[in-house]
């Protein structure tokens, strides 16, 4: 079969091997080679199933496990992967089970979960599997009835010999198959042959869901557990100076130790604290609250969100340092007919998915083992081997379910502490953070301020575009000496598919405060924010109405490169108009208003129109429709939930969400000050798909861009009120 360019990274002789032991294990999706240990395990004959390649193993009486290689955590990608494999093995779905795989790089390649990228990435490589699998089965039942492969034809488990009509089974051929020869390049289906691509098919573990027998990285369990609670310095960079009234801990019953845990000096590594071990995780968080801990906040006990997004104001609001310049902006500028301004804010955001960070690690003289909610559990071998000074491929990762994760879990500090703990007490330990543990000491999206300025001739047309940009970047967090944004995440401002000829970014300077890492949907929230929202503000000083404008914006560009960008744009945007009856907004009620707006990221397009009612400073957002272009969508049922959710998290980050710091520390703490939307505030959300095109693109991510824009822009069509800075009513916490 033919191997991707990902796959060349890790490819060895693997052909070699299949065709020495007969067995068709290992490679056929990836081109990797299996551990030595399997190998053997194969070459001796230990296990007789058909195991074509470390995703598909089909047993003798034909049950068939595909592994899912990437995370699950709500998004439905152990389904929808899968199913993708089964489409293409024209396998019964209903035979099929799915397994979350361990952590394995060499078996089912990077694992890391996240940037919408899982099903851009797997989509052909696991198709290829299933295809590959299947021709195998094919050859084998040829070989049975002593006929050519070209009189068999695989259909739903099985395999029928078109001359007679004889069956055989996938169960009766998988012993057989496995000694086929590989498929080099094995042909696709076409899309109008897909049995479970692109249809709504339920989740493979939905009674599991339903029953609550799933197990999340806190349901872990097994003989000799200890649990664990955990505190750390809130300020970044801080110091732990004493502890105190550890005695009174120590003699609570069930309590087996009081654990200082260093800062590990590596991305993703603990930042350092105190830690209770006992028999229960509630003694142990009852424990820590009895100590009494001193620490020295250090350089970053000032700092104060308030007073820091207005310091990013002033920074963008005056020149900046030059990013990039394509035209002449100044001389754009001169010759307009006006000239634009305008800034916007976002805060800090948490993740705060419903289950917080949690994990077991069992750390044995010869042996770690880990079971973790995670995104990457390629990352927790490496932090793991840096810290215990092994290879990776000795940590053993079981990935469980998350619940909820949205960048958060890709970051592996609480598995490194569970590691500490663990070899201080010589026996598996669960650690679980509290919520406010989480909410005050993770990760957060970067808090941010732009300053956009436009240009505007006689016909309304967007001449000249400056624009400065100040957030502290993710890349703070490998090196704190970097204080602004850089090329890489000031791009987006150049690569927009706006038609604009004179473009100018700047980069103000944004030091980090805090730890700084991927949200969902990373910077396209307050980019997206920024571009609809001006948008609709340039619309307005143009006196066009918004979709006009941004049809005018997307004309004007004229590069061939970015041709397919503008069309489904443009196409995106259309359909949004039309199903939210854009031309009759002007007979909603006096109080209603219908906003728009559409951004591309993530390889993907999504428009969004926002219906909502205001009454005073009560916005109530009554109807969503959701327009997205991302190619093919491989499972429509869990593809709108993605939609849903993005819709629910959009309103809590636009309306309310924010993580306000002061005195170096967040002072939120839990949902209380740190509100989500709730069930009687959801919207009728109505998703429309454009499944343009076989290949198919981000999902997860890029519903979040669109949002706040065609909020903002419905607010302002029904009240006059301009929302620039997110979130619009910000909590007094």
């Known amino acids: 079969m033919s191997i991707t360019n990902e796959s060349k990274q890790f490819n060895q002789s693997r052909r070699g091997f299949l065709k020495s032991s007969g067995f068709a294990a290992g490679g056929l999706v990836l081109g990797v080679t299996l551990p030595q240990h399997v190998m053997a395990e194969v070459i001796h004959g230990a296990d007789s199933n058909f195991n074509p390649n470390a995703f598909i193993h089909i047993a003798e009486n034909g049950d068939t496990l595909i592994y899912c290689g990437r995370c699950e955590m709500g998004q439905g990608i152990s389904t929808a992967l899968p199913a993708a494999v089964a489409d293409e093995l024209e396998a019964d779905w209903d035979r099929v089970e799915v397994r979350q795989a361990d952590g394995n790089e060499d078996l089912y390649g990077p694992q890391g979960t996240g940037g919408s990228a899982s099903i851009r990435k797997m989509y052909i490589p696991m198709r290829e599997a299933g295809a590959a699998a299947k021709l195998m089965l094919v050859a084998a039942a040829a070989k049975v009835w002593n006929t050519s492969a070209d009189n068999c034809v695989a259909d739903n488990h099985f395999v029928i010999n078109q001359t007679n009509q004889q069956k055989l089974s996938y169960g009766e051929l998988a012993s057989i198959a496995a000694t086929m020869d590989v498929p080099e390049s094995p042909t696709l289906k076409e899309k109008s042959d897909y049995k479970y691509i692109g249809k709504d098919l339920a989740r493979h573990n939905l009674s599991d869901i339903i029953q609550g027998s799933l197990t999340y990285g806190v349901d872990t369990k097994m003989p000799g557990l200890k649990y664990a609670a955990i505190t750390h310095c809130p300020v970044l960079g801080g110091k732990l100076k004493s502890v105190g009234n550890k005695s009174s801990a120590l003699k609570m019953a069930g309590v087996i130790d009081v654990i200082e845990i260093p800062r590990f000096e590596i991305p993703f590594g603990s930042i350092g604290g105190v ?3 006992a028999d229960n995780t509630w003694t142990a968080q009852q424990a820590l609250k009895l100590l009494k801990i001193e620490w020295d906040a250090g350089k970053n006990g000032n700092y104060d969100t308030q007073a820091y997004k207005g310091q990013l104001v002033k920074n963008v609001e005056s020149p900046a340092k030059l990013n990039k310049e394509t035209g002449n902006v100044e001389q754009a500028f001169k010759q307009a007919n006006s000239v634009v301004k305008a800034t916007y804010t976002g805060g800090h955001l948490s993740h705060s998915p419903m289950e917080p960070n949690a994990s077991v690690v069992w750390v044995q003289d010869d042996s770690c083992e880990v079971w973790a909610a995670t995104q990457s559990p390629n990352d927790i071998q490496k932090v793991l081997s840096q810290y215990l000074k092994r290879e990776p491929k000795d940590i053993l990762v079981h990935v469980t379910m998350a619940g909820g994760a949205f960048g958060r879990k890709f970051k592996c500090d609480y598995v490194h502490e569970a590691a500490v703990l663990s070899q201080a007490v010589k026996a598996p330990v669960q650690l679980t953070w509290s919520r406010e543990e989480d909410m005050r000491t993770g ?20 001449t000249g575009w400056l624009h400065r940009a100040a957030f502290p970047p993710i890349g703070s967090l490998f090196n704190p000496a970097v204080d602004r944004a850089g090329k890489g995440e000031l791009r987006e401002i150049h690569n927009h ?32 924010f920024a571009y609809g929202t001006f948008a609709d503000e340039l619309a307005i000083k143009a006196k066009k109405d918004t979709v006009s404008m941004l ?46 707006a559409v951004h591309y990221s993530f390889q993907s397009y999504v428009a969004m129109a926002v219906r909502v009612e205001v009454n005073g400073d009560d916005i109530k957002v009554l109807e969503v429709d959701a327009v997205v272009d991302c190619g093919q969508v491989l499972n429509t049922d869990s593809a709108a939930a993605q939609m849903e959710g993005a819709v629910v998290m959009g309103m809590g980050l636009a309306l309310r969400t924010e993580v306000v710091f002061k005195e170096g520390a967040v002072v939120n703490s839990n949902f209380h000050n740190y509100p989500v939307v709730r069930i009687d505030e959801m919207p009728k959300v109505n998703v429309h798909f454009i499944q343009a095109g076989d290949k198919p693109t981000g999902l997860g991510e890029p519903g979040l861009g669109p949002f706040a824009p065609a909020l903002s822009n419905a607010v302002f069509a029904a009240s006059g009120k301009r929302y620039r800075d997110l979130p619009f009513k910000p909590q007094v916490v």
Do not use: C, M
């Not at 038609?499 to 405060?513: D, M, P």
């Not at 041709?563 to 006096?590: C, F, I, M, Q, Y």
């Open 275 to 277: 830690a209770v071990v």
């Open 443 to 462: 990760y957060y999206h970067s808090i941010s301020a732009q300053h956009i300025e436009a240009s505007l001739d006689k016909e309304g047309n967007v």
């Open 497 to 528: 598919p706006f038609g604009i000829k004179n473009v100018r970014s700047e980069s103000g300077e944004a030091i980090a405060h805090t730890r700084i890492g991927w949200y969902r949907a990373v910077y396209a929230i307050f980019y997206g």
């Open 551 to 596: 049809n005018n914006i997307y004309d004007n560009n004229k590069n061939k490169k970015k041709a397919e960008e503008v069309k489904r744009s443009k196409r995106a945007l259309a359909l949004a108009a039309e199903k939210s009856n854009w031309t009759g907004r002007d007979g909603l009620p006096k109080n209603q208003g219908l906003g728009i």
